[in-house]
């Protein structure tokens, strides 16, 4: 078993939906919880970076995370043509500074 | 201000050739990795070097890969003897420090024969 689980994709929605991207995990050490966004042929870029539980919202944006699951989730209101990239979590132990990665989920908004 | 670069963009190399990939970072980063992005995969940490410190290469697959870091600066990631599963796209990353947000170049996509 993996340490972070994401699901591939693609998931594919209209423009305008809300997104719904999430991460189980099994190591309940993890701290830090981040999501990149990655374009095709780009390098990842972070979107959101949250410190232990709790919803994190910068503009269209919320990173939600449920410890006592070890479940995130990523949020997208208003999803636009522009958010079409893979959406990548990753997590990171408290003890050490080695970023754990899911594997990222594929999303297409479809305008 | 310039972000990480690296070069190639694509190389293309037969089984059992050798070959090195460059990283230019953010300039004043101290930390910098390397990482092995698969097809369909999340991205796989090879190495990371922090300062003057020794690096952390505990994610190296095997003694064919080697990386370097000269002056603090820029970085070689070597690959001997490449082998098909070798191929992949590599990708460099900075931070300032081992705790901040790293920024990572476009990466170098390997294609082995």
């Known amino acids: 078993q993996k340490e972070v689980e994401q699901d591939p994709g693609p998931l594919s929605v209209p423009e305008g939906a809300i997104v719904s991207l999430n991460c189980t995990y099994s190591?309940?050490?993890?701290?830090?919880f981040m999501w990149y966004r990655q374009y095709s042929r780009k390098g990842p870029e972070l979107l959101m970076y949250t410190y232990s539980s709790g919803n994190k919202e910068d503009g269209r944006f919320t990173a939600q995370v449920d410890k006592s699951s070890k479940y995130i989730s990523l949020f997208i209101r208003d999803s636009q043509p522009s958010d079409s990239a893979t959406y990548l979590c990753a997590m990171i132990l408290d003890s050490n500074y080695q970023l754990i990665w899911g594997a990222g989920t594929k999303l297409i908004i479809k305008p | 201000g310039a972000g990480v670069s690296q070069s190639p963009s694509n190389k293309v190399t037969e089984k059992g050739k050798d070959v090195e990939l460059r990283c230019d970072p953010i300039s004043g980063h101290t930390a910098l990795y390397w990482y092995r992005q698969s097809l369909g995969q999340g991205l796989e940490f090879l190495i990371y070097f922090q300062g003057n410190s020794a690096p952390d290469k505990s994610g190296l697959p095997s003694d064919r890969f080697s990386a370097e870091r000269t002056g603090g600066s820029v970085s070689t990631l070597t690959i001997q003897r490449t082998q098909q599963e070798d191929s992949a796209v590599y990708l460099c990353a900075s931070s300032l420090t081992l705790a901040d947000t790293q920024y990572f170049g476009p990466g170098t996509r390997l294609t082995v024969l």
């Open positions: 190591n309940s050490a993890f701290q830090y």
